[in-house]
């Protein structure tokens, strides 16, 4: 358990992800449309598809650690 709140402390680094992921998101969406609208959709469907992958992966990880 001591374990686990020390890996949730260890998250401050986890805030350079938001920026890295907006921005690639919005980027994404730019190259598929060229309105505003259809950008912000795309980029918001992004943005959710990115945090779900990397929650996985994180959830994968931390299963690893704790069977090692």
Do not use: C, K, Q
């Amino acid at each position: 358990m001591i374990e686990l709140l020390a890996s949730v402390a260890d998250t401050n680094r986890l805030w350079y992800a938001l920026p890295l992921v907006v921005s690639v998101s919005l980027v994404y969406g730019a190259t598929r449309h060229e309105l505003m609208g259809p950008i912000l959709n795309n980029a918001f469907r992004a943005a959710v598809w990115i945090g779900g992958f990397m929650a996985i992966i994180f959830v994968v990880l931390m299963l690893i650690s704790w069977a090692v």
